[in-house]
């Protein structure tokens, strides 16, 4: 099984601030991960998909990158709304699996 | 509207069993894969199985292989997972996720259902 590390696991920054979050993989997954972004009471939504495609919607001040083993999802200037917690995901290996989250918080 | 609504979450007690379904609507189901994805109380998510869009292939966590079964009925536009020998563990809530893409599956989850809470407990 593909074991996702995502860090920092809380990351306390402000808004309009650059929050960069970082997800690394136990072994190569080629570019076949996401990122979703869960607010409390609510369900995942998917932001990026294979490593550095925006899903429809996303705001551009989204981005995605990296290959392999190691990934990165830059929030270019943080709105209120974004803060959150963030997931990776792979579907690179059965099972597909997820990062443990990195919970972005208002400084 | 496009939507994905989950039920027959509970409390059941250790061993017994439990069948959740999904009705989509708003989308052709059946040219989309679908999975199930758990989340513990206070916890991260965990991806727990998925199922082609014919329903031909399926995979699961191997935290749940051979207790939960996937299945879909595309003429009703319902997912299911029948959950047996339910575990404390597997106390979460459970969502349904449809597949971003159609053509080729990419089991990255575009649509999630608001989830069914599943309480293992005597």
């Known amino acids: 099984e593909i074991v996702l590390t995502q860090s920092p696991a809380t990351l306390s920054l402000s808004p309009g601030e650059r929050a960069t979050l970082s997800c690394r993989a136990s072994q190569s997954v080629s570019s076949y991960l996401a990122w979703y972004q869960q607010k409390p009471g609510q369900a995942p939504r998917l932001l990026i998909y294979?490593?550095?495609n925006r899903a429809t919607g996303i705001p551009a001040r989204f981005s995605g990158s990296g290959s392999g083993t190691d990934f990165t999802l830059t929030i270019s200037s943080l709105e209120p709304e974004d803060f959150a917690v963030y997931y990776c995901?792979?579907?690179?290996?059965?099972?597909?699996?997820f990062g443990q989250g990195t919970k972005l918080e208002i400084k | 509207e496009v939507q994905l609504l989950e039920s027959g979450g509970g409390l059941v007690q250790p061993g017994g069993s439990l069948r959740l379904s999904c009705a989509a609507s708003?989308?052709?189901?059946?040219?989309?894969?679908m999975s199930w994805v758990r989340q513990a109380p206070g916890k991260g998510l965990e991806w727990v199985s998925a199922?082609?869009?014919?329903?031909?292939?399926?995979y699961y966590a191997d935290s749940v292989k051979g207790r939960f079964t996937i299945s879909r009925d595309n003429s009703k536009n319902t997912l299911y997972l029948q959950m047996n020998s339910l575990r404390a563990e597997d106390t979460a809530v459970y969502y349904c996720?449809?597949?971003?893409?159609?053509?080729?599956?990419?089991?990255?989850?575009?649509?999630w259902g608001r989830g069914t809470l599943v309480t293992v407990s005597s």
């Open positions: 294979d490593a550095s």
């Open positions: 708003g989308f052709t189901f059946s040219s989309y894969a």
């Open positions: 995901q792979q579907r690179s290996n059965w099972p597909h699996t």
């Open positions: 996720a449809k597949d971003l893409a159609t053509v080729t599956t990419s089991w990255y989850f575009d649509l």
């Open positions: 199922i082609s869009g014919s329903g031909g292939s399926t």
